[in-house]
Nanobody, 124 residues
Framework: QVQLVESGGGLVQAGGSLRLACAVS????????MGWFRQNPGKERDFVAT????????YYADSVKGRFTISRDNAKNTVYLQMNSLKPEDTAVYFC?????????????????WGQGTQVTVSS
């Protein structure tokens, strides 16, 4: 059984920073590509960033490129999302996911395991 637990969300002013963490327990974390997505009520879950199992390759949505950084520490079974220069439009519930296949990592359907989400609110 694989469990993901996000933390680090909160309320921040525009231009500020937050660092999200996703702790993974269960089976071999280092074998999973990981991703961050975000979702607002009534909307679809949108891709934010993804990182390969080794951490050697990352990919970002255009809306966050240059502001957000995804990283992972396989020794700690944790993936991070450093969010800088936050904007009100970044407000959402942020979810981390673990994929067991390596097809399109920008699609939520690629991910088998999900955390419960953490709220990020950016005030203007």
């Amino acid at each position: 059984q694989v469990q993901l637990v996000e933390s680090g969300g909160g309320l921040v002013q525009a231009g500020g920073s937050l660092r999200l963490a996703c702790a993974v327990s269960g089976r071999a974390f280092s074998g999973y590509p990981m991703g961050w997505f975000r979702q607002n009520p009534g909307k679809e879950r949108d891709f934010v960033a993804t990182i390969t199992a080794s951490g050697s390759t990352t990919y970002y949505a255009d809306s966050v490129k240059g502001r957000f950084t995804i990283s992972r520490d396989n020794a700690k079974n944790t993936v991070y999302l450093q969010m800088n220069s936050l904007k009100p439009e970044d407000t959402a519930v942020y979810f981390c996911g673990a994929a067991i296949i390596t097809s399109d990592l920008t699609l939520p359907s690629t991910y088998k395991y999900w955390g419960q989400g953490t709220q990020v609110t950016v005030s203007s």
